[in-house]
Each structure stands twice: as C-alpha cells, then as structure tokens.
C-alpha cells in the first residue's frame, strides 16, 4: 500500500495559465476527494468521485475548475486561467466504500499564481 | 449545513504533559463520524482518531483519547505523555453517515507546539 500521491507537489504559474494536478489514490479505494486549504484555515471540499462518476460539486469550484477521473483510477484537476485567489494548498484523499469511510490525504499539491 | 468549530487557534505544552484540544459542532444529523486529523509542518494530513456518533464509548488510540459529548456536541481530543513528534496543526471534521454527503467538514484547526 503506497498511500494516496499527488504530481505535482509544487507549481508557480503566472496569472492566466492553465494548470492540472494529478492524484492517485490508494489502489482498493473507489472513492477520491479533492479539497481546498489556504494558509491558516482547514481543508474546503471542492468535489469527489465514485468510480469515475463525479458525485458532487461545491460552490466553491467555479467554471475554471474541472476534474475528472476516467476509468475510475487517477484523477486530474485542473484550474484554467489562473488567479491569484486561486493560491493554495489543493489535496486530494480516497476512501473504500466499507464500513467507516476514513479518508485518506496525499501530500497535496501547493499552486502559487504570480 | 454543518459547522466545526475550534476555538483554541494555538497551545503549548511542555512535553511529557497532557493536553486537551477542543472541538464543537453543529449539525441536525443523527447519525455521522467525528475525526481527529493531524498536519504536521510541510507534511500531509493524517488520520489520528475517529469517532462514530452511534458509539457511547469514547474512542482511544493509544496516547490518543477523546470525550465525545454529542447531546452538548463536542468532541475533544486528549493527547497524554505529549511527545516532540505531536507537534503539528490538529484539525477536527465531521461526516455525516447519510450516503450521498459523504464529505468532510473541517474546523479551523489548532496549532500544537510541543515544547522540550
């Protein structure tokens, strides 16, 4: 068991730019979850997934933001034409569908728009 | 809508100490999970204790305890013998057990320093 890991753990890109993080969960896990956290505040949750069907969306997560996660695997977020308000920490857990459903975290991928 | 609330932004404790770290929330569901994740500096969040809303008995883990209260809804996080390595920010979360929601809901988190 490799724990849920994240690609990349870091980027800084200019206002503008699109960027796509990766996330791949533990491998029995059915379910992934994407959240938010800035500085000093507790994680936001942004959507998660069931297999490959994305289940729920927050507010949070305007036009700019998709994901997705084809064949029920690995997902992708990806932010388009970045803001500066989108500068933070985006982390990303799964959890099986048994019993309590513990999620799990990766390292998270750390954005920076300039 | 549920809320967490963590009304202590900082402790510290000297190690070898006990500390209590605390927790409420608000919510109109009856059956859900309380948990107890740890972020140490610059390293990703894991999971310290957690807690199912049916269960009166207080869950442990080793140095780890809490006091789930839930008609007053509060749920604190005990940590005995305090060690360098529990120093780290302490998020509470709620889950509610219905399916479909199975998202978490985090509090603002506690920082805990350990001092030697």
């Known amino acids: 068991d490799t724990g849920v890991s994240q690609d990349p753990r870091h980027k800084i890109t200019k206002r503008g730019q699109n960027v796509t993080f990766r996330c791949d969960p533990i491998s029995e896990h059915n379910r992934l979850y994407w959240y938010r956290q800035t500085l000093g505040q507790g994680p936001e949750f942004l959507t998660y997934f069931q297999n490959e069907a994305q289940l729920e969306k927050s507010r949070l997560l305007s036009d700019r933001f998709s994901a997705e996660r084809p064949k029920g695997s690995f997902s992708t977020l990806e932010i388009q034409r970045t803001e500066q308000g989108d500068s933070a920490m985006y982390l990303c857990?799964?959890?099986?569908?048994?019993?309590?459903?513990?999620?799990?975290f990766g390292p998270g991928t750390r954005l920076l728009v300039l | 809508a549920q809320t967490v609330t963590q009304s202590q932004p900082e402790m510290s404790v000297q190690e070898a100490e006990t500390v209590t770290l605390s927790c409420t929330y608000d919510t109109s569901e009856n059956n859900y999970y309380l948990f107890w994740y740890k972020q140490p500096p610059s390293r990703q969040m894991i999971l310290v204790i957690r807690q199912e809303a049916y269960k009166q008995q207080n869950a442990t883990e080793n140095r780890f305890s809490v006091n789930f209260q839930k008609a007053a809804k509060s749920f604190s996080l005990k940590i005995s013998d305090s060690q360098l390595g529990d120093t780290a920010m302490y998020f509470c979360a709620f889950m509610p057990e219905r399916r479909g929601n199975e998202k978490l809901t985090f509090g603002t988190g506690t920082r805990l320093t350990i001092i030697p």
């Open positions: 857990a799964s959890s099986s569908v048994s019993g309590v459903e513990t999620q799990y």
